[in-house]
């Protein structure tokens, strides 16, 4: 079957750069201990997919507490709030 049209189907789509010219990709989050936080990626299968922050290890670095998996360090880029 062979439908025809007049009209584009979907208007095209501006360039991400168009969209976001000023996009800043850098985290200015501010973690605090106590924070529950989602992993991006599970320490091990069990593990659940949140974590605790305990202690900021250093400027990018914190340890932190996974139920089912116990105390990690994970790099800022290894969660999210």
Request: charged share 20%; hydrophobic share 35%; glycine share 2%.
């Amino acid at each position: 079957m062979h439908l025809q049209t007049t009209y584009a189907v979907a208007s095209p789509t501006p360039t991400f750069l168009e969209t976001a010219p000023t996009w800043n990709p850098v985290c200015h989050i501010t973690y605090t201990r106590d924070t529950w936080v989602k992993l991006l990626e599970l320490p091990s299968k069990y593990a659940y997919d949140e974590a605790k922050l305990l202690c900021q290890e250093s400027g990018n670095t914190w340890v932190v507490w996974v139920p089912d998996c116990g105390e990690v360090i994970l790099d800022r880029s290894d969660f999210y709030c």
